[in-house]
């Protein structure tokens, strides 16, 4: 009886010392501070940073604009791991939790999960009494509205990659080949520039390096939209003549018999080695390019042929519903998106800048892959957010391109395939 | 059949088979090693280099200077001890309860302390957040120690309760006739008797909040980074930091290979412990 006394007695002082030890501290929602008074309006940011440098720029945008915001804005930035996308769930976990951040940084796919739990603030009321409104293409601002699922913007405008075409001159040149204004021409060039260069019968150059595997999609998307066809139905006899595209392209060699699973390594790899003319990726792999191939690598927008879409990788910043202080939240993420924390950060990791002013600033124009950059983003799009989005990207997408492509299936069979996985029916 | 051909069939079935498998097993480590001390133009070069031709251990500074990591192994040592003391007292009194007295309700406790481990972790997550965030102890060492116990505690009363099951009664009753009472009993004899099989929970106590990452990452904020997070933020969406990752794993790896060496020989006397009866 007596053990268990003491056994009791020991239980109770833990609990006293945890009483005690919480009650000294400070409540998060005490962390707010009332200008009146003159204190700082506290603004907490999350973010992920692909490098050290990244993270370290982040937080040297961060100190000058608590220096020069004049509004008594104070930001804190806080790194967390991008963890294969699981930074979103960390986020959704925090802020279903009742904590979390004011503003975070973000990917357009998590919209639907956080918007259906009302975690987000409705950016639209600052948006159209914000005088740089303009400073962003309408086009961006639609892509976010799609995001959402509906008529209201819920996440601001940072930065984007997007996806153009990579060439090599001096191929184009021994193939007297210019550089193509229509996607008629485009076809025209993958055609010309598969050639036997060394005379062994062989072809040893081929016109285009397709990407078969995982993500393939995204350059995929353009030859739909060439054709006049659309991601809202690929059915359409639009967007099976799109594919029918793709599938010639590689029934007819033109590009390297490897595509069905090429991925990212395979197509950077391909066209460093000079084994393909002409491939699709982003600025992210520019300075490998230049790398290894010098001046002998320049780049152009997809060409338009009855419309003209390309793909979008995307990086923008949120205000959370639960921020108190949603002006100043506003200010921050404002910052970043078109004022020096815009300019900074671009220059900083090679992405795009949304806004316009900073697009045409020098150090952006002077650089050619940017340049084409800009020049495709207001034809840069996104694959429709679904709850499906995800497995059609990973697996319906590639086992159904590499069926089409292998004869297994006719392009109107395959779009078909593809309509069903990402709607259902 | 000759000396030399036992010895030969000797190396054939046994060393062979040893020397493999030890290679397979150190070779990972070897990788993270050389990895670590390979320069940027090797590292993301296109030939395989199985040891660098010019190592260098900038990796190790950058960690120390640029990266600050000396913070986040603090903090992870903080949790990791206090998580592993703490589960060790509750845990070593709650088994000797459930192992000396029959008082009612026992068994479902028992059974209660076992199904808490029954629920994956993601599910308790935002609740146990939610209450951090109450408590005030959100972003503070205090909320992954806690954390880390409620799920430690449970699983460390049924190892220690095995234990002390085996120890036969007559140790504290020749104790208890000697003139001692219960708790001197429990100090002067359980408790020294107890100490391979508590070596033996703490490593494990200790091995799992120093390595936990889904509690880490939610619970603490720039400030109380744990390792796990810190070497996943090398990790970027577009990018991995191979040289600082793996810089961080070699430095990681040292103070549990350290604590392993030190608490082998009990580590093995515990884990054994109750496996044979007399």
Known sequence: MKIVKKFLALILMFALCMTIASGCRKKDDESSYDTATGEPIEITHWYWADTQQYSAKMQDIVKEFNQTNGKNIKVTAEEYPWDGGGYSETLFTAAMGGGGPDTASWKLTSTPLFVANNLLAVLDSYINGWKDKDDIDENLYQVMRDAGGSDNIYVMPWNTQVLYVYYRPSMFKDAGVSVPKTYQEFLEACRKLTRDTNGDGKVDVYGFGMRGAKGGQEPWGSFIYARGGDFSDFTTDKAVAGMQDFINLFKNGYVPPTAPTDGFNEIIANFKSGKTAMTIHHIGSSVGMVETLGDDVDAFPFPSGESQWTSMGDTENVIFEACDNKDAAFEWVAYLATGKGQEEWCKATGNVPVSKRVQAMPEFQNNKFMKVSIEGAPSAGIFPILDTTTEWINTIWPNTVAAALAGQKTAAAAMQDLQRGLYGG | ?278
């Open chain 2, 1 to 278: 059949m000759g000396k030399g051909k036992r010895l030969a069939t000797r190396a054939l079935s046994f060393c062979l088979p040893l020397v493999l498998l030890f290679g397979f097993l150190i070779f990972p480590f070897y990788w993270i090693f050389i990895t670590s001390i390979k320069p940027e133009s090797e590292l993301y070069g296109g030939t395989v280099t199985y040891w660098p031709k010019n190592p260098t251990f900038d990796a190790y500074r950058a960690l120390f200077v640029d990266y600050n990591f000396v913070k986040p192994m603090t903090n992870s040592f903080i949790v990791a001890a206090s998580a592993t003391l703490l589960t060790l007292f509750v845990a070593t009194l709650a088994a000797y309860a459930f192992s000396r007295f029959r008082f009612k309700g026992r068994r479902p406790l028992m059974i209660m302390f076992l199904t808490n481990n029954m629920f994956p972790t993601v599910l308790l997550l935002i609740p146990l957040y939610a209450i951090m965030r109450r408590l005030g102890i959100l972003y503070t060492p205090l909320a992954l120690i806690l954390s880390y116990t409620t799920f430690t505690i449970p699983f460390s009363v049924w190892l220690l309760n095995g234990y002390l099951s085996d120890l036969p009664m007559s140790l504290e009753e020749a104790a208890l006739v000697d003139g001692a009472n219960r708790p001197q009993a429990f100090v002067r004899i359980i408790l020294p008797v107890l100490v391979p099989c508590l070596v033996a929970t703490g490593v494990y106590i200790f091995m799992n909040a120093w390595n936990e990452y889904t509690f880490a990452v939610m619970f603490t904020n720039e400030k109380s980074r744990t390792i796990p997070v810190s070497l996943r933020n090398l990790i970027g969406q577009l990018g991995v930091q191979w040289d600082l990752l793996t810089a961080g794993g070699i430095i990681t790896i040292i103070p549990v290979c350290m604590m392993f060496f030190f608490a082998q020989k009990r580590l093995v006397e515990g884990l054994t412990a109750g496996a044979v009866k007399g």
